[in-house]
């Protein structure tokens, strides 16, 4: 196995925070990021321990200061990033009617889900060029499929629509470079967001989070994949 040097926002608990942890026991290094400082530091605590190629750095994915800031310490310290997860995400407005929703609740969720991983892509992207097989992974929500379109969370649903354009937009611009970027569902998994109801644990959701952070040079890019299986937009 090639070890990786691999980023992952929002992870500070739930699919980011377990997704790190299992890379990291499978032998790469893991950047953990979280905009929280005092969530991270209790992080660093709990894994610093058995975790030894790891590193926490702060990043909130909505403020430009934090990324510029997060991208200076991270070139600094890494010659490349092999792999990007852009995992941090909100559900916002669950019960709001697309009817009634406001510009603030869209405006919300947008930039966290859509523009966030956006710049923190197009910061960090020269350091995944200097990789000899940059991958993307955009954790993204069957919510923001077109075929399985339904009613409710309109905020949540566009954003990650507008996220896996995103996905495809970037596939076409980084393939010939070497980049592989795809959009990743994990599924319904029992997180704060997904809430005690859902039915997958988190073991289960991060499984398709690291096939695709992980794929083999001849890979698949440009897709959406649960669980390691295409899923159609
Ligand atoms: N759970 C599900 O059923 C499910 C289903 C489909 C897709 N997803 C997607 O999976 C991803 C992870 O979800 P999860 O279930 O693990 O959710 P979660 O438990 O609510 O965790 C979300 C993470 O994102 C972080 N975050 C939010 N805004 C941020 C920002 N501006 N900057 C940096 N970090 C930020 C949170 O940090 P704080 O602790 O500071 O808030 C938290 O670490 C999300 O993109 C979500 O849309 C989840």
Redesign the pocket.
């Given at each position: 196995m090639k070890k990786r040097i691999i980023l992952i926002?929002?992870?500070?608990?739930?699919?980011?925070?377990?997704t790190g942890i299992k890379l990291s026991e499978q032998g790469h290094h893991v950047i953990f990021?979280?905009?929280?400082n005092h969530?991270l530091s209790i992080l660093k605590k709990q894994l610093s321990h058995q975790h030894s190629s790891v590193d926490f750095i702060p990043?909130?994915?909505?403020?430009p200061d934090?990324i510029i800031e997060a991208h200076h310490t991270i070139a600094n310290h890494y010659p490349q990033i092999d792999t990007l997860i852009?995992?941090?995400?909100?559900?916002t407005s669950g019960t709001v009617d697309i009817s009634t929703i406001n510009d603030q609740a869209i405006l919300e969720a947008f930039?966290?889900?859509t523009l966030?991983p956006l710049k923190i892509t197009q910061q960090f992207l020269p350091l995944i060029k200097q990789s000899p097989e940059g991958i993307i992974v955009n954790?993204?929500?069957?919510?923001g499929a077109i075929v399985e379109m339904d009613s409710g969370s309109p905020a949540?649903r566009i954003s990650?629509t507008a996220l896996n354009v995103t996905t495809k937009l970037l596939h076409h611009e980084l393939y010939e470079q070497g980049i592989k970027v795809n959009s990743v569902?994990?599924?319904?998994?029992?997180?704060?967001?997904?809430?005690p109801s859902?039915t997958?644990s988190?073991d289960e959701?991060i499984r398709g989070i690291i096939w695709a952070a992980t794929l083999k040079k001849k890979g698949p890019s440009g897709g959406f994949f649960r669980h390691g299986k295409p899923l159609q937009w």
């Open positions: 926002t929002g992870a500070n608990r739930g699919l980011g925070a377990a990021t979280a905009r929280n969530k990043l909130d994915v909505t403020r934090s852009n995992n941090a995400g909100i559900y930039t966290t889900n966030g954790v993204s929500s069957g919510m949540y990650k569902c994990p599924g319904w998994v029992r997180t704060e967001m997904g809430g859902a997958l988190i959701g």
